[in-house]
């Protein structure tokens, strides 16, 4: 029969890390967090839109003529709402990887605006779909939370009966 170890750390190497953690701290922190990640997802965005890899007629277009201001605005606010609920999952229960997730969701949105240029409401349908992502992303992380919690309590209760 397969038995969990009775101190499941002492199982793993000290050498690895893991990629799911706890990230708790202070207040600023976590915004200095928020604001990296959407910062470094709008830039990667802006430089994505900047060249285009092949031919005209493969692919996405560089960047569309008109004003960018409006979009990277809107992405960077976007952005800090998505990297907010990220971080504030991330400090509660461990999320895997959740700058790649933040940064990959403003990333794409930004370069699509940029190459498209879509209306405001076409922007806030893509919004909708990266915060769809997210908060599927944090789902798992909280399921996966609460399951280990009912594990660790009845392995307890076990323990004591």
Do not use: Q
């Not at 750390?9 to 922190?29: I, N, T, Y």
């Not at 031919?55 to 004003?67: C, N, Y």
């Not at 800090?80 to 933040?102: D, G, M, N, S």
């Amino acid at each position: 029969m397969n038995d969990l170890p009775e101190n499941p750390d002492a199982s793993v190497d000290s050498d690895d890390s893991e990629d799911a953690e706890v990230r708790p701290g202070p207040l600023w922190r976590h915004a200095v967090w928020v604001v990296a990640v959407t910062a470094a997802g709008v830039v990667l965005g802006w430089v994505g839109a900047l060249f285009r890899i092949g031919p005209e007629e493969f692919g996405l277009p560089p960047a569309a003529p008109g004003a960018l201001w409006p979009y990277l605005l809107a992405w960077t606010a976007i952005g800090l709402a998505l990297a907010a609920v990220l971080r504030f999952v991330a400090a509660k229960v461990p999320v895997y990887e959740p700058e790649t997730a933040a940064i990959g969701v403003v990333l794409i949105g930004t370069r699509l605006s940029l190459g498209w240029r879509p209306e405001p409401l076409e922007v806030a349908g893509i919004a909708a779909v990266g915060l769809l992502l997210v908060a599927v992303w944090c789902a798992v992380a909280l399921r996966g939370a609460a399951v280990v919690r009912r594990t660790e309590e009845v392995s307890r209760a076990r323990g004591t009966a």
